[in-house]
């Protein structure tokens, strides 16, 4: 859903509270992230999966249970805020409640995004996230984005993942992480019958 002027204008003083001062910003737009499974969509969905069994058992229907479903959609497609300003692009989480930024999940360096997108819903990756617009907010961002250079845009470099055995700089590690340590003996087989 697209934001409306009042709520785009709060939101976009909430994103310059959390971007570094002297940010200049050039717009904000809103996005969902891409579908996920979180431990909250679990418990959530778990909780609704058994309030409406036991409802259906006893004859009652739920009201109450469109708020469960609610947060359960919420934390499986969250909502985003992504905040053009002159020295980049910031990706933000954003209140289910407020519908404001409340924190930054990545800052990325100014670049381009536009080209011609579907009729309705545009996906993008900016960073390690998958946003989808609606397409009034994707033109929005097209718009504010034509100045910047154009580019892929970088995701944020991973940590390297040790392979087991090794250290993080790829060594051998001084212990194997199965089987006996270097100098012990193993213990006796046992008596076969």
Known sequence: MALNTRTRNKGA???????????SMRAYVSARGH??????AIIGGAIFAAIFVVALLLGY??????????????HTRPLRGVA???QGIAVLGRSVWTS?????LALLPPAAIGGAGSSGSVTVALGNERLTFPRKEYVLLA?????MPRGP???????????PGTSSTG?????????PRPGSTLPPAPPAF
């Open 61 to 74: 229907i739920l009201i109450p249970g469109g708020l469960l479903l609610f947060f359960v959609i919420n």
């Open 13 to 23: 003083q909430s994103a310059l509270a959390l971007l570094p001062p002297g940010t």
């Open 84 to 86: 053009v300003t002159d």
């Open 35 to 40: 579908a996920r499974l979180t431990n909250e």
């Open 153 to 163: 845009m970088p995701a944020a470099p991973m940590a390297p993942i040790p392979y």
């Open 143 to 147: 718009q504010a984005t034509a100045s």
């Open 100 to 104: 404001r930024p409340n924190k930054v």
């Open 171 to 179: 060594e051998p590690a001084s212990q194997a992480p199965f089987g």
